[in-house]
């Protein structure tokens, strides 16, 4: 492609990042798909992106699929692909979206797969009483993100200020650059107060950042990972423990004691509901004791 057409693309991420206010992880995912589709047209000979149609994009997605890139990230590819096309036809250098229509291949749906309440208890039952700053900041980093089914992003972007222990509430930027405001439950205030007394001992002076490593700055999203999947083994949980697992669990436990698809929809800032309509899925044993309990013609004799 000409380097025209490249720089729509700079021009396009740097929208997401300025405009839309997209983490750079989103804007990862958005390059790296882009530079596919980029690729793929200079080997078909596709000179700009006003050439680009839609025979061309299903030969990609096929290029792609042929190479094991699986249905899910075939259609965030798509996606992607679809908004810088949007955005194109924003700035008039295109009339039409030749990606609207065209569908991936469909990947199999898999069902989150939470830790239970008592595993969730084991894991949350850290050696806090020694006092280490590391085990206190990660005891608070874990009981928040099950209390208030915080994204991993929205974790590592929280600042002291947006956390109030006297409310009992944590004020966070999801998604679109969304601010949804949280309870935050007595264990996970109390988790929070013991950290903050001890991060005096880490962050530098002018660091905002509630969660901070040795070094005084803000966690990494990698660092995260690595504590929490460190504290499942130590506390002998058998499946990998990572950040959206705690999520998950947030999401599943409410919404079996609740039943309010709404209220969690919107704990989780999801947009469409149906994305926490697969949280119903989780626990078919609860609702068949539910079944087996209420309705007439399945009750036991």
């Keep these: 492609?000409?380097?025209?057409?490249?720089?729509?693309?700079?021009?396009?991420?740097?929208?997401?990042?300025?405009?839309?206010?997209?983490?750079?992880?989103?804007?990862?995912?958005?390059?790296?798909?882009?530079?596919?589709?980029?690729?793929?047209?200079?080997?078909?000979?596709?000179?700009?992106?006003?050439?680009?149609?839609?025979?061309?994009?299903r030969g990609w997605l096929a290029a792609r699929h042929r190479r094991g890139i699986g249905g899910r990230s075939l259609a965030r590819a798509l996606s992607a692909l679809r908004s810088f096309l949007r955005y194109l036809m924003r700035e008039g250098y295109l009339q039409h979206n030749v990606a609207q229509g065209i569908s991936a291949p469909k990947a199999p749906r898999k069902l989150p797969e939470p830790l239970d309440a008592d595993e969730m208890g084991q894991l949350l039952n850290l050696p806090t009483a020694e006092g280490q700053p590391l085990t206190l900041r990660d005891a608070a980093m874990l009981e928040l993100m099950y209390s208030s089914g915080?994204?991993?992003?929205?974790?590592?972007?929280?600042?002291?200020?947006?956390?109030?222990?006297?409310?009992?509430?944590?004020?966070?930027?999801?998604?679109?650059?969304?601010?949804?405001?949280?309870?935050?439950?007595?264990?996970?205030?109390?988790?929070?107060?013991?950290?903050?007394?001890?991060?005096?001992?880490?962050?530098?002076?002018?660091?905002?950042?509630?969660?901070?490593?040795?070094?005084?700055?803000?966690?990494?999203?990698?660092?995260?990972?690595?504590?929490?999947r460190q504290w499942g083994i130590k506390q002998g949980i058998d499946s990998r423990v990572h950040p959206h697992k705690l999520r998950h669990a947030f999401a599943s436990h409410l919404l079996e004691s609740s039943g309010d698809l709404r209220a969690v929809q919107e704990l989780l800032g999801h947009a469409?509901?149906?994305?926490?309509?697969?949280?119903?899925?989780?626990?078919f044993q609860h609702l068949a004791e539910v079944y087996d309990k209420a309705h007439p013609r399945a009750r036991k004799k």
């Design 1 to 57: 492609m000409q380097s025209a057409d490249t720089q729509w693309l700079e021009d396009f991420l740097h929208h997401l990042h300025s405009e839309r206010r997209l983490s750079p992880h989103t804007l990862s995912n958005y390059r790296r798909d882009l530079i596919t589709i980029m690729r793929y047209c200079d080997e078909a000979a596709v000179a700009t992106w006003a050439a680009l149609d839609a025979q061309h994009i």
């Design 150 to 228: 915080l994204r991993l992003a929205e974790l590592v972007s929280l600042n002291v200020e947006e956390v109030d222990l006297v409310a009992g509430s944590v004020t966070v930027t999801g998604k679109g650059n969304k601010t949804r405001v949280l309870p935050v439950g007595r264990y996970a205030r109390e988790a929070v107060q013991r950290w903050q007394q001890a991060r005096v001992q880490l962050a530098a002076d002018d660091e905002r950042a509630l969660f901070v490593s040795q070094r005084g700055g803000r966690l990494t999203p990698r660092a995260i990972q690595q504590r929490f």
């Design 272 to 283: 469409d509901i149906a994305t926490t309509q697969v949280y119903t899925h989780l626990d």
